[in-house]
Nanobody
């Protein structure tokens, strides 16, 4: 069974940094692009970042570009999200997701096949 498990969420002050991890099992990890999405209360789930299977190509939402960095370690079947210069608008539940097919846009949640349970990130003013 495919499992994606996030970790690293918590509370951080504005201007601070936080790192998230997501470890996958039950799939050929290097064959999947890995993405991060987030969902704040009362808002739709939004795309944050994605990284290709080899780890050489990445894309970011405009709202996090220059502040967040996505990376992966295929030997550990783990994808990471380093979040710097955080602000209260970054407060959300963060989800990792695995993408096999390229049928849909990389920024569309429906384009991802498997999802983690989410981890809460809260940024205080």
């Amino acid at each position: 069974q495919v499992r994606l498990i996030e970790s690293g969420g918590g509370l951080v002050q504005a201007g601070g940094s936080l790192s998230l991890s997501c470890t996958a099992s039950g799939l050929t990890f290097s064959s999947f692009s890995m993405g991060w999405f987030r969902q704040a209360p009362g808002k739709e789930r939004e795309f944050v970042a994605v990284i290709g299977g080899s780890g050489t190509v990445s894309y970011y939402a405009d709202s996090v570009k220059g502040r967040f960095t996505i990376s992966r370690d295929n030997a550990k079947s783990t994808v990471y999200l380093r979040m710097n210069t955080m602000n209260p608008d970054d407060t959300a539940v963060y989800y990792c997701a695995a993408r096999d097919s390229g049928r849909y846009s990389f920024s569309a949640a429906r384009g991802y096949d498997y999802w983690g349970q989410g981890t809460q990130v809260t940024v205080s003013p």
